[in-house]
C-alpha cells in the first residue's frame, strides 16, 4: 500500500509538471504582460516599503508603515540602498511610538516626530511655496506583543498629521494636526491629493484631500484647508467608500484570505483607499480596496463646510458610480492627459480609466507588479511604482514572512506623452 501511495503522489507530480508545460503547445497563451516595456529602478534590501515620491529633479523618497523599522520616512541614495530623511532624528526610535492608558495602547502623540508614515505626495514650486515633499503620518504603528501578535493602537491628537518638507534644503516648514472629531482613534489616512490653487479655500492656499480608509472604523473623506488649518469630513459611511463584505481575491492566481494570529481566517477590510484629483481640480476619483467599482464625485462636494446644513447631503447625492475596472485597485495616480491610473494586484497590472471614452484600459502588465502599492509620476515622464509583495507579509500569513527580497520601485514611459499634474498650483 505503501509503494502504491508513492507511485499515486509521483504520477501526480509527473502530471503536473507535464501539464505546467506549455513549450511546444499550438495554443495562444497568455504570457502574463502588456505595456510599455519596464525598468527596474531602485530595489529594497532592508525595509519593506508602502509609499514613494520622485521629485522634479529624480530624488526618490520612501516611506515605511512601521514597528520594529529603524526609521519610517527615508531617500534613496542608490539602486539598492536608503538613508533615514531628512535626518534620523525627524524619524522617532521604536521605543518612542506607543504608549497606553488603562491598559488600552494608544499611538504616540508626538506632533513633530514621525511616527508611521504611509504616503507621499510631491508639488512643485511655485511662488509662496518652495518644491514641497508632503508626508502622511497615520501615528498608528503596528505593534508586536510577546506573543508575535500585530496590532494597531489607537490614534492620540498630535500622532496623526501631515508634514510639509521643502526639498531644496531638507526641512519642515509646515505641520498640520487634526482634531477628533475630523480624525477619530480608529481613523487611518490612507493617501492624498492637492489642489494648491489660492481661490479653492479660504485660507488661500489651498486644500488637501485625505482617504480614512480604517479597516476598524468609519471610513470618508478629510479635507484639509492649508492656508487656516481647518479639517472636516465627507462621505462618512457612505456606501462608495465602504469595504466590500467578504471579498475574495486572488493574487498569482490563488484565492486569498487574512490569516492573522489568533483570529479566524477573514478578508481584508480596507475601505476608500486610492484617490486621484483631475487635471482642472473639479473632480475627485476614488474607490474602496475590496470593490471592483470606480466612484467619483465633484470636489465642490468636498470643499463644502459644516455650516451648510445640505452639504453632506448634497455630497450623497452626487457620488457617481463609473463602473466595474475588472479587479480591485489600491493606490492611484493621475496624469496631465486626464488619465486616472489605477494599481490592480490582482492581475499584477496597472489600468487606467479615461473620462472621455468613460473605460477602463489597461496600461501595463508583468509579473514582477506583485502588489503594487503607490505610484508616483515624475518630470521625466515616468510612472513609478513600489511592488512590495505585500499579500506575503507576516500579518496576513499567519505570523510568517513569506516575502523574499528585494523589493522594488519599476518605472515605465507614459502614453500619450503625458507628465505631471502640475496645474494644481
Not at 494608544?106 to 515633499?133: D, K, W
Not at 482634531?179 to 488637501?208: C, E, I, K, Q, W
Request: proline fraction near 8%.
Amino acid at each position: 500500500m505503501k509503494c502504491f501511495s508513492l507511485w499515486l503522489l509521483a504520477a501526480a507530480v509527473t502530471a503536473q509538471i507535464t501539464y505546467q508545460n506549455s513549450s511546444g503547445t499550438i495554443l495562444r497563451v497568455d504570457n502574463g504582460t502588456y505595456g510599455p516595456e519596464i525598468e527596474e529602478h531602485h530595489y529594497y534590501y532592508d525595509q519593506w516599503p508602502i509609499g514613494l515620491a520622485v521629485s522634479s529633479t529624480g530624488r526618490l523618497f520612501v516611506c515605511y508603515t512601521r514597528g520594529t523599522y529603524a526609521y519610517t520616512l527615508g531617500e534613496a541614495v542608490n539602486k539598492t540602498a536608503e538613508v533615514p530623511y531628512p535626518s534620523a532624528e525627524l524619524n522617532l526610535p521604536p521605543s518612542a511610538l506607543n504608549t497606553s492608558f488603562n491598559g488600552i495602547p494608544f499611538g504616540s502623540s508626538n506632533a513633530t516626530g514621525l511616527i508611521s508614515v504611509q504616503a507621499l505626495y510631491i508639488t512643485p514650486q511655485t511662488a509662496s511655496r518652495p518644491e514641497t515633499l508632503w508626508v502622511l503620518d497615520t501615528g498608528r504603528p503596528t505593534i508586536i506583543n510577546a506573543q508575535g501578535t500585530p496590532s494597531v493602537p489607537y490614534a492620540q491628537p498630535g500622532g496623526p498629521k501631515l508634514i510639509a518638507i521643502s526639498i531644496s534644503n531638507n526641512s519642515v516648514y509646515a505641520t498640520y494636526t487634526f482634531p477628533p472629531s475630523v480624525h477619530y482613534p480608529d481613523s487611518y489616512m490612507n493617501d492624498l491629493r492637492f489642489d494648491l490653487r489660492a481661490n479653492v479655500t479660504s485660507g488661500g492656499r489651498g486644500v488637501v484631500y485625505i482617504v480614512d480608509s480604517s479597516d476598524e472604523g468609519r471610513n470618508g473623506f478629510i479635507i484639509l484647508d492649508l492656508g487656516t488649518g481647518e479639517s472636516w469630513r465627507r462621505l462618512t459611511q457612505h456606501p462608495s467608500v465602504l469595504r466590500a463584505s467578504n471579498d475574495v481575491p486572488s493574487y498569482q492566481g490563488h484565492p486569498f484570505y487574512q490569516r492573522s494570529i489568533g483570529m479566524p481566517i477573514g478578508h481584508l477590510q480596507e475601505g476608500v483607499d486610492g484617490v486621484q484629483i483631475s487635471p482642472d481640480g473639479s473632480t475627485i476619483y476614488y474607490s474602496p480596496l475590496t470593490s471592483n467599482y470606480l466612484y467619483s464625485i465633484p470636489s465642490i462636494n468636498l470643499l463644502a463646510r459644516d455650516s451648510d446644513p445640505l452639504s453632506e447631503q448634497a455630497a450623497h447625492n452626487n457620488v457617481s458610480n463609473l463602473g466595474q475596472r475588472g479587479g480591485n485597485a489600491n493606490g492611484f495616480e493621475g496624469d496631465s492627459n486626464g488619465l486616472i491610473y489605477q494599481l490592480v494586484p490582482s492581475h499584477n497590472a496597472i489600468f487606467y480609466y479615461d473620462p472621455r471614452d468613460l473605460q477602463t484600459h489597461g496600461y501595463v502588465r508583468d509579473p514582477r507588479i506583485i502588489w503594487p502599492d503607490s505610484a508616483s509620476i515624475g518630470a521625466d515622464g515616468y510612472f513609478y511604482v513600489n511592488i512590495n509583495q505585500l499579500p506575503y507579509q507576516p500579518m496576513w500569513n499567519d505570523g510568517v514572512d513569506l516575502r523574499v527580497h528585494p523589493g522594488a520601485v519599476l518605472r515605465c514611459k507614459l502614453p500619450g506623452g503625458g507628465t505631471k499634474i502640475n496645474t494644481l498650483g
